[in-house]
């Protein structure tokens, strides 16, 4: 993921977030599933700070929502999935960003309720012309 992208996701969610009253924290992943952008919003609970990161990096990992993984995981029952790769988060609010049909990174909100961690996600993806799925109908 190219700096400029990630600025304009944080820029993005932060934007989102401010119009429905949340203090939120974001993290942004690159396809390898390193930090590239963080900002912690102020009054954003401080123990969302790593949760939004392992949001970021579970969604690059598996390059599926963090709430897909969840289902997943509940589905298959398999048992401490969460406790693997220093620990995934299982519930929505991490998202893949696909650009052109390719996983280019991931984003992770945390402040909120997870639906509403999970449409900020989805909103700055938008918003950022890139896409949380790997098809062709990207804006």
């Given amino acids: 993921m190219l700096f400029e992208q990630s600025q304009k996701l944080m820029a993005d969610a932060v934007e989102c977030s ?3 009253g949340i203090n ?3 993290a942004v992943f690159d396809q390898g ?3 590239c952008a963080f900002l912690r919003m102020d009054n954003s609970p ?3 700070v790593e949760i939004a990161q392992k949001k970021a990096r579970s969604a690059v ?3 599926a929502p963090t709430e897909a993984l ?3 995981v509940k589905n298959q029952r398999l048992d401490s999935f969460e406790q693997t790769n220093n620990g995934l988060i299982l519930f929505a609010g991490g998202e893949p960003v696909y650009q052109q049909q390719r996983l280019i990174g991931g984003v992770g909100i945390s402040g909120g309720a997870a639906a509403e961690d999970k449409e900020i996600a989805l909103t700055a993806i938008r918003m950022s012309g890139l896409s949380n799925t790997r098809t062709k109908d990207e804006s």
Avoid: K
């Fill in 46 to 48: 401080l123990g969302s």
């Fill in 61 to 63: 990992l598996f390059g």
């Fill in 70 to 72: 969840g289902q997943l």
């Fill in 18 to 20: 401010r119009q429905m």
């Fill in 33 to 35: 599933g390193n930090l």
């Fill in 24 to 26: 939120i924290n974001v």
